[in-house]
């Protein structure tokens, strides 16, 4: 017993102090890690391939009007799995390495995107699905709004 | 045996009573019978013929022929075969002869359907509810098709009592409660001890407090795509088996083949998974008995393993790479060293820890010979994953039913025959060491080759069907899917492993002290769903509210305040 | 009479004052055995002064739950006064080894009371677990302390403190003072006999309903056992040698209890919870061993 306590006490003492003492020293994620999204607006065209992807629906779009798209990214409900940055034909998505998005404000977490959709009004959809099955969802049925998060 | 055999084996039994049989998949069989003949076949299956019950599905099929599926799903393990015990009965007042009295693992499954699809199954010695609230009214059932998903029925019959009927306390005995908020675990479960003394004589549990309502989200509001990622968040530890598991059983249905390197990744993320998720139960178990080093020293190991996954998946944990017909994100090869590294590292650390406890009369003193799950028991109830194992029982799905790529580096099944709480953290400690060794293994025979599957059909037919089981860390999972039109699945049926093991608890902690409850639990590794908030429910006018931190601060205030009189 | 309250004062100050700072240190101590940064030293001082702002609330209009936590420190202070460190305790009379047990015992029994008057459920088994734990644990304690009160032929500290018995090495008291050791860890409520609190089981079962200043004063009584235990082991049952001056005496006391104190901190953190079935057989078979040998070899003068 006392040979057993003693192995126990060595593995802790070999292995020494390896807490970070975050918040004072953060650890930087890696290259490829998924992080907060943001969207370059200028880039944008405007096609809703994210919102069609985004598996927790955390993207509205919107049109007020004809020439008008509007793009609401509700961050709260992101879930990081970056599937808009991977069908964005455009790259306008990109992930960053933040993951301090705490807050108390949830106007932090909301990202309001407009795109003027003067040469590609007609098709809407002008994206590329990664696969055929993603193709699925151009036809697929989608609710009409986004609540349905609450079980 | 083959499937065949056994078919024409049933044929000769019951004659007439087999209506047709379907394989789309070899050695996964669909036999359609008659409603009076289902208990003997599924009888006949249990006894004659060793199969092991994983679930029952039933499926609201009113639209296409009038009546409910009542889908029975049993497992030939030796064989490697898949057997479904499909059964229709008329939508007009559903009814169906229990298949537990003769095997009792069904026990839940079938409290499950009265509940969810109201098919009434006659002949269950316990009819109570499972899953729906007390204040539920009668004759709602959500997973028919005819209730939309969100749709939320007026609570409670106007008389603001709503009850549990809880088995009554046996002669001689008190009562304590435990829950609904599981101190031990922290989650949301019910348990009722009955006790004389510090002595458990007998106890009732009630669960399902935080149902998500994830089948019926399934079926009526997400697309195939959009289901791995919630898939994954049915557990927090063990997400990754679930999307596979869902994955593997659309593309079987679907008719999709993964490329044989995504079904690599996916064994290999399987297996990170299950050595995270052994050494997060190790400190877990370590911490309920009060023995804190062992948390801290088996997460501190632990930790450089999720680093890497971070590294892998760009996720920590719910890692979102699986995808109908593959993975989203290749491993590069200038990974693999490090992958290496890391868990020869953990191998090397969990030989000493193994080491180490095997020693310590004083850890030993709280689980040798706690915690008793006979094998004959534990082979009634159909106990999985290393609750079963440590009872002797040799299920791995990994061995049972290979997918991903296990059927070309098999898995070694690890079992220990103590029955006890020791066994089950034996079972475990060797497991991680033998996934190490699959991850050697795996890595070397890993081709190169695309991750996403092209030969991806435009449209997707109604009615085909898919299984598949997933060895998890806790046990094995069970992914049921039939698809529909609409682009999702018509029935996607989802067994966890906790949910087969919890049905073993009360024979587990029966003349058990109190203090050994907790343990005994926890060395199934069970896994409830969890939440943070509080909702309080007005029994009267069932309206349900959520508090926050500080409206609950107050009420406590108002209390104290009222207690001294102020 | 000044000297006299100057003594109580001292001995207030490094039994009562000093407490949460040796709780702080083996939290340290705790922190390097689990490979992390662990809190400030000083985190205990603080944890107090943040309950002692924060609001009661209360379960139950029982005066019993209302006065325990007051109890329970008064009767430690007390306690304190009457705990030798290196020499004579501060407030001295004859019979003083009988009062320390009781008082000492008195602390325990609010925590029972309080238990009981809360109406918690997981507080009545933890104060029944603190009950059995007691009854099993006092009587190591008592035993050892007899044997040196025969060994010394007094039943004062002041008379042991001065006796040689005190400062020279004996069988008898070796033995007593192993027993008295293994006593300290389920006295000072450190793991494997942390049963009566049991976090993951009853969630600190006597104090789960507590909160703000009431359960302030129960853990820096609890903090202050950590003092006074170690103080009474080393003081009576440790032969250290007698340096002439009272001062060097306590220094020299003290740092061996910080030795004792961090002998209790390791066997804390590298052992599991025992049941308290398995803790009080545990016990018995403690007392059977310093009853029958120490008892014995004290009687006949070893």
């Not at chain 1, 998924?34 to 985004?54: F, I, L, S, T």
């Not at chain 2, 013929?49 to 609201?60: K, N, S, V």
Request: proline residues 7%; contains cysteine.
């Amino acid at each position: 017993m006392i040979i057993s306590k003693l192995k126990e006490a060595l593995i802790c003492f070999k292995a020494g102090r390896v807490t970070l003492p975050y918040p004072f020293a953060p650890h930087d994620p890696e290259d490829g890690f998924h992080g907060r999204v943001v969207v370059d607006a200028e880039k944008c065209v405007g096609c809703g391939g994210c919102a069609e992807v985004c598996p927790p629906r955390c993207i509205e779009v919107s049109d007020p009007d004809p020439d008008r798209r509007v793009l609401d990214f509700l961050l709260e409900r992101c879930t990081y799995c970056a599937r808009c940055a991977e069908v964005c034909p455009e790259e306008a998505v990109t992930v960053t390495k933040e993951y301090e998005t705490a807050t108390n404000d949830l106007n932090d977490m909301h990202m309001h995107i407009e795109v003027f959709m003067s040469t590609c009004r007609r098709c809407g959809r002008c994206y590329e699905p990664p696969t055929p099955l993603d193709r699925l969802m151009v036809t697929g049925f989608r609710p009409p709004t986004g609540k349905s998060e609450e079980a | 045996m083959t499937t065949a055999e056994l078919v024409r084996a049933l044929r000769h039994d019951f004659g007439a009573a087999i209506q047709s049989v379907e394989e789309p998949v070899s050695d996964k069989v669909r036999v359609a019978v008659t409603p009076e003949s289902v208990v003997a076949v599924a009888k006949s299956l249990y006894r004659d013929y060793g199969a092991r019950f994983l679930i029952t599905a039933g499926i609201d099929s009113r639209k296409d022929r009038d009546g409910f599926d009542v889908d029975h799903i049993f497992s030939l393990d030796k064989e490697q075969i898949f057997f479904i015990v499909r059964t229709t009965v008329p939508s007009d007042g559903p009814h169906v002869a229990a298949i537990t009295p003769e095997v009792p693992a069904a026990a839940w499954a079938e409290r499950e359907l009265q509940d969810l699809l109201g098919v009434k199954a006659d002949g269950l010695l316990d009819g109570r509810r499972l899953i729906l609230p007390d204040d539920w009214p009668e004759g709602v059932h959500p997973l028919r098709k005819d209730i939309k998903y969100g749709d939320w029925p007026p609570l409670g019959d106007g008389t603001g009592e709503a009850t549990y009927p809880w088995k009554p306390a046996p002669e001689g005995t008190s009562t304590v409660v435990v829950g609904p908020f599981f101190p031990v675990l922290e989650e949301p479960t019910q348990l009722r001890l009955y006790v004389d003394g510090e002595r458990v004589i007998d106890c009732d549990y009630r669960g399902f407090y935080n149902h998500r309502a994830i089948e019926k989200m399934g079926d009526s509001e997400l697309t195939y795509n959009e289901i791995p990622f919630v898939a994954e968040r049915i557990c927090g530890i063990c997400g990754f088996i679930h999307s596979s598991c869902y994955c593997e059983a659309a593309e079987e249905a679907l008719g999709i083949t993964a490329p044989r390197r995504a079904r690599y990744i996916r064994s290999l993320m399987l297996e990170l998974e299950r050595i995270h998720s052994h050494m997060l139960w190790t400190g877990i178990a370590g911490h309920i008995l009060g023995f804190d080093t062992v948390l801290m020293q088996t997460w501190r190991m632990r930790e450089p393993l999720m680093w890497l996954c971070e590294k892998i998946s760009g996720n920590r944990k719910t890692y979102g790479m699986n995808i109908i017909g593959g993975v989203r994100r290749d491993i590069s090869r200038d990974l693999y060293p490090e992958i290496l590294s890391v868990v020869e590292k953990i191998e090397q650390e969990w030989a000493q820890l193994y080491d180490a406890v095997q020693g310590d009369t004083i850890l030993k003193a709280r689980l040798v010979g706690v915690g008793m799950l006979p094998e004959e028991t534990a082979k009634a109830l159909a106990a999985v994953g290393p609750t079963g194992r440590g009872s002797n029982q040799a299920i791995d799905a990994r061995a049972d039913h290979p997918y991903a790529a296990y059927d070309e580096v098999p898995a070694k099944v690890i079992t220990h025959p103590d029955c006890d709480n020791w066994a089950r953290v034996v079972v475990r400690l060797e497991e991680t060491l033998e996934s190490v060794r699959w991850i050697r293994e795996g890595l070397k025979e890993m081709p190169d080759g695309p991750v996403m599957a092209t030969d991806i059909a435009e449209t997707v037919p109604a009615g085909h069907w898919g299984v598949c089981t997933v060895e998890a860390p806790r046990g094995e999972a069970i992914h049921y899917l039939v698809t529909g039109g609409d682009n999702r699945p018509d029935r996607w049926r989802v067994r966890a492993p906790t949910y087969a093991n919890l049905q073993a608890l009360p024979s587990m902690i029966k003349d058990e002290t109190i203090a050994d409850v907790p343990i005994t639990l926890g060395s199934m590794d069970p896994c409830f769903s969890c939440t943070e908030r509080v909702e309080v429910v007005n029994m009267r006018s069932g309206e349900a509210e959520t508090l926050t931190h500080q409206e609950l601060l107050t009420r406590s205030r108002a209390a104290t305040e009222r207690l001294r009189g102020r | 009479m000044a000297r006299a309250i100057l003594e109580i004062v001292l001995s207030l100050v490094i039994l009562i004052g000093l407490a949460p700072l040796a709780e702080g240190l083996l939290r340290k101590l705790k922190a390097i055995i689990h490979s992390r940064q662990g809190p400030p030293i000083i985190q205990p001082y603080l944890d107090i002064a943040k309950l002692l702002v924060k609001e009661d609330l209360a379960p139950t209009e029982s005066w019993m739950w209302r006065v325990a936590p007051a109890l329970c420190l008064g009767a430690t202070i007390v306690v304190a006064m009457l705990t030798p460190i290196g020499g004579p305790p501060a407030f001295a009379f004859g019979g003083d080894i009988i009062v320390f047990i009781y008082f000492a015992s008195l602390a325990a029994v609010a925590i029972i009371l309080g238990a009981f008057a809360s109406g918690n459920p997981y507080a009545y088994v933890g104060g029944s677990r603190e009950m059995m734990m007691m009854l099993s644990v006092e009587p190591v304690m008592t035993i050892a302390l007899a044997v040196a009160a025969i060994k010394a032929q007094t039943l004062t500290f002041d008379g042991l403190m001065a006796s040689p018995v005190t400062s020279t090495p004996s069988i008898s008291m070796v033995v007593a003072g192993v027993a008295f050791l293994l006593a300290l860890q389920a006295q000072l409520g450190k793991l494997p006999f942390d049963i009566a609190e049991a976090d993951q089981e009853i969630m600190e079962g006597p104090f789960i309903e507590r909160s703000g200043p009431g359960f302030a004063l129960f853990r820096w009584a609890m903090h202050a056992r950590l003092m006074i235990f170690s103080a009474v082991l080393v003081s009576v049952f440790v032969p250290l040698p007698n340096l002439g001056i009272p001062v060097l005496n306590m220094v020299l006391t003290l740092a061996v209890m910080g030795v004792v104190l961090a002998l209790v901190g390791v066997v804390d953190v590298v052992n599991p919870r025992l049941r308290i079935d398995q803790s009080m057989a545990y016990y018995a078979r403690v007392v059977v061993f310093v009853s029958v040998l120490a008892l014995a070899l004290a009687i006949v003068g070893h």
